[in-house]
């Protein structure tokens, strides 16, 4: 079963202009990670943020936690046309000894529009 | 530092057969996890293996069963095949332990008719 919930689940803008994402799961996590995928190719890691940390920056992303809300977003600034893609939370936990377990949202299929 | 491999990236089976997927793990990493992605949809955990043994197991059953080898490559082998496991297959590794994000390899289009 799904754990979260992406919000939007599609969102279409220009080049230039920022786009978030957002995130809500239902259990407690280990950590939250985003990734991103191609035309139903393979996820790419795109950034980890542990459950006690609130925001995390990598390059034009920008990802913040709000645990007592269990709820995340994702922010692309300055978007490009190759950012189109799915993207997916996935929230972390550990099943029994040192089993993980990933469970992915729906995901939000980003248009960047040139 | 090569990433993870996916074989065969397309397969088309018949209902009732049987189909096995390889997956290469990306050097250094011992833990290797397999997901079902239906059109659409986000990956479904299947299961994940640890040092040759199956630690973990999602809501899949039996009839899908899984290796991992002394190299941490691994396979998943599915049995009577049905029209509903038509999906992508995708692996996972990751170095072990916890906070460590996954690489993911481009997957394995499964098309059961």
């Known amino acids: 079963s799904q754990q979260g919930e992406e919000d939007p689940q599609a969102l279409s803008i220009q080049e230039g202009e920022n786009a978030t994402m957002n995130c809500s799961y239902k259990?407690?996590?280990?950590?939250l990670q985003w990734y991103r995928q191609n035309s139903g190719r393979g996820l790419v890691h795109l950034i980890l943020?542990?459950?006690?940390?609130r925001e995390k920056h990598s390059g034009r992303l920008r990802v913040t936690l709000d645990t007592s809300k269990k709820s995340s977003s994702l922010l692309i600034t300055a978007s490009r046309a190759a950012d189109t893609a799915s993207y997916f939370c996935?929230?972390?936990?550990?099943?029994?000894?040192?089993?993980?377990?990933?469970?992915f949202g729906s995901g939000t299929q980003l248009t960047v529009l040139p | 530092e090569t990433g993870v491999t996916q074989s065969p990236t397309h397969l088309i089976k018949t209902r009732g057969q049987q189909v096995t997927l390889r997956c290469s793990s990306q050097?250094?990493?011992?833990?290797v996890s397999w997901y079902q992605q239906a059109l659409g949809q986000g990956p479904q955990f299947i299961f994940q293996?640890?040092?040759?043994?199956?630690?973990g197991r999602g809501n899949f059953p039996p009839r899908f069963s899984g290796l991992q080898f002394p190299n941490y490559s691994s396979e998943l082998n599915v049995n009577a095949l049905e029209l509903d496991d038509s999906a992508l297959y995708l692996c996972?590794?990751?170095?072990?332990?916890?906070?460590?994000?996954?690489?993911f390899g481009s997957g394995t289009r499964l098309t059961v008719v």
């Open positions: 293996y640890y040092r040759e043994e199956e630690n």
């Open positions: 943020i542990r459950s006690n940390e």
């Open positions: 996935a929230t972390d936990a550990l099943l029994s000894g040192s089993a993980r377990q990933l469970t």
């Open positions: 050097s250094g990493h011992n833990t």
């Open positions: 259990t407690s996590i280990n950590n």
């Open positions: 996972a590794s990751s170095p072990g332990g916890a906070n460590y994000g996954y690489t």
